[in-house]
């Protein structure tokens, strides 16, 4: 607590001296280990595999969705359409292909079930409490909870159409 | 220390073991809430919901709040008539534009009479209307998405009293002016006011589906006050009904000269027969200015619309249109039955409550019984007219309201009671104290046809010793009844918000059922929204930066805005992405002359913001949104005015 506070004090007193310039240079000032990679060290614990790279092909989720069928061709008016929905209720949060402040859906299905992505547009608040999956991407994206954007049925598994084609 | 405790403690105990012996035994025990299960029967155990909505007037709040019964608890302050910087309402761009009047933006109101809308005679829970008093106006609040939507002006009216009730189809919501003044306004001396002003009593016309408001007619009425008013019901339908004082007609020390006469009068007016005329092009077409002003719930924008004139008529021009119905002692509250038969005046000056009788009225109409005339206003028999009187039920009746099975309810100020009395017999049956001096009453349901009975609560104008003291002002005090009972029973106190004058109640469940959840983004048709993040941008217009800014757990986007310069004029558009319900977010700039944004789901509002200094400024979401909540901030750089930094911004990067 106490080198913590000495850093700052350092860190301020730094800031102070470098104010008035008109180009201010991006300063580290800061050397105290930000990421948590000592608790490794501590206690040598099996590779833990983050959820969002988790497979899980069995998991359909909590909430209204119990089957789907994927069709064997992508249907490109559904995805076209699953697009704009998208576009105008998703990328708040989302970025197709990297992560942002949630995760990108990208090879979404490569990990989850439909049902699952379906579940968890459409059925988030119960989703995070109760799918032990979605509970462990709530804390691995800090805490940010997935927005109930209330899409219909068909909106949802257009947007899920969409995904297929994100390869 | 301990030991004080632990005696305490034992008298506690020994005190309890007493008291539950004597539990009924007591005289004094009966008056308590539990021995009578009072406490039960306002308590709504938490998750439960009320049964009745009560929209309850601010008075010089300028407002309109939400409250529930039996629980007496206030949901919702809706703003209406006043700036509201828990909202932005009256501070954003979009919603400006309701305040604004033909004197100017006006930043305050002083809200009185609230008025559910109705089909056939019964309340249909669409909107509620309620008057602005000081700068006359007339307000349409929707009570699916429960905000201000319209906001009409009345021009030829001051002191905006005797308003805003709707007669039983809502075809018109009615304003009468209290002060009557020149029409039109003109300079000269006051002395002259007998027989030179004149009070106008203004016939607003409903859209039937929109709601919409647009003055049909003025009726130019001789120079008194018109204090209160209700529309004829049932039989009565097409008629109108207000209360006069200063018939006299005094412009100064009123309360002795215009307490002179014995008796007042309350005008009765045939709407319907007005309103023929008007439709064959009777009246005249005066010029006024006065200001219509609608919000748009698609554009989530208000617009404000000079009107330049208004039909005005002349009440002798229309015969058999317009009577004088003797009443004694300034009738204060003029209130009609279910029915539609009894109008009952409440003198505030005299010992007896009188009503008069429709079908009376009519009666000496046809037979042409006039006992005089006021200014061409044939005046009729007070005898001719009444249907009987409430023999000192007490001092200085002011509001009577039904419930529906043959019973009255009426409010004594001076003596601090209601009073309930049996229509047609004219008996007092029960007398209930208030905490004090109480003005109006409410039942659900009051003013139609059918009341909903059950419950009434009284809008006190003292409150005293009723609460912990709150220095020398206190919130005014109401007191809820159960009267499905012969008796009326105090169930609650409850503190009401500003000054309430009156309230309209209704049961919960057919507003409950369409109250709006979220504004859908599809549907949002703001110039400025940026409905998704590919919209968000920062447009330079001159010195006008434009920011189109979006919101959704938990970031604004874009975050980082630099090149705005000193001497710019702001304007952050703010667009909650939001679809889900009860997720709005806030916006806050530091140094911001404004008050912050609250946005709901799906709505657009703009702040303006001009900043003086140079500097990094943050801005933050203000509504506590999500665990995230604290991290959701941003930067905007201000520059020198004669900086060239360019326009840029970003979220989730660093300006390049």
Known sequence: ?167 | MKRILTSSIATLIILLGFTSCNNGNKSNSKSGALANNIAEKVYIAPGEYDSHYAFISGGYSGNLTVYGLPSGRMFKEIPVFSQFPTSGYGYSEETKPMLNTSHGFIPWGDSHHPDISQSKGEIDGRWVFINENNTPRIARISLTTFETEEIIEVPNSAGNHSSSFVTENTEYVVAGTRFSVPIPQRDMPIKDYKGNFQGALSFISVAPETGNMDIKFQVLMPGFNYDLSHPGRGKSHGWFFFTTYNTEEASTLLEVNASQNDKDFIAAINWKKIEEYVNNGGGKMMPANYTHNVYDEHTHTAKSTMNKEVRVVNPIDVPGAVYFIPTPKSPHGCDVDPSGEYIVGNGKLSANLTVHSFTKMLDAIEKEKFAGEAYGIPILNFEDVLAGVVEQPGLGPLHTEFDGQGNAYTTFFISSEVVKWKIGTWEVIDRKPTYYSVGHLTIPGGNSGKPQGKYMFAMNKITKDRYLPTGPEMEHSAQLYDISGEKMELLLDFPTHGEPHYAAAMEASLIKEQSQKIYKLADNKHPYAAKSDAETKVVRDGNEVHIYMTTIRSHFSPDNIEGVKVGDKVFFHVTNLEQDFDVPHGFAVLGQNNSELLIMPGQTKSSVWEPKQVGVWPFYCTDFCSALHQEMQGYIRVSAADSDVPIKWSLGEDIE
Request: charged share 30%; hydrophobic share 40%; net charge positive.
């Open chain 1, 1 to 167: 607590m106490k080198t913590t506070l000495k850093l700052l004090m350092v860190l301020f007193v730094t800031l102070l001296v470098s104010c008035g310039g008109k180009e201010e240079k991006k300063k580290e000032g800061f050397s105290y280990q930000k990421k948590a990679t000592t608790e490794k060290a501590a206690t040598p614990k099996a590779e833990k595999v983050s959820a969002s790279k988790k497979v899980n092909l069995d998991n359909k989720g909590v909430g209204p969705i119990k089957s789907i069928t994927l069709g064997a061709e992508i249907d490109q008016a559904m995805a076209t359409h699953g697009e704009d929905v998208y576009k105008k209720m998703c990328t708040a949060c989302h970025r197709a292909d990297k992560k942002f402040i949630g995760p990108a859906p990208k090879g979404i299905l490569e990990r989850r079930t439909p049902e699952w992505v379906m579940n968890m547009i459409l059925n988030p608040e119960q989703m995070v409490k109760e799918d032990p999956l979605a509970k462990e991407l709530l804390i691995e994206f800090n805490g940010a909870p997935m927005a109930n954007q209330h899409l219909t049925e068909k909106e949802a598994r257009a947007v899920l159409e969409y995904f297929r084609t994100l390869k």
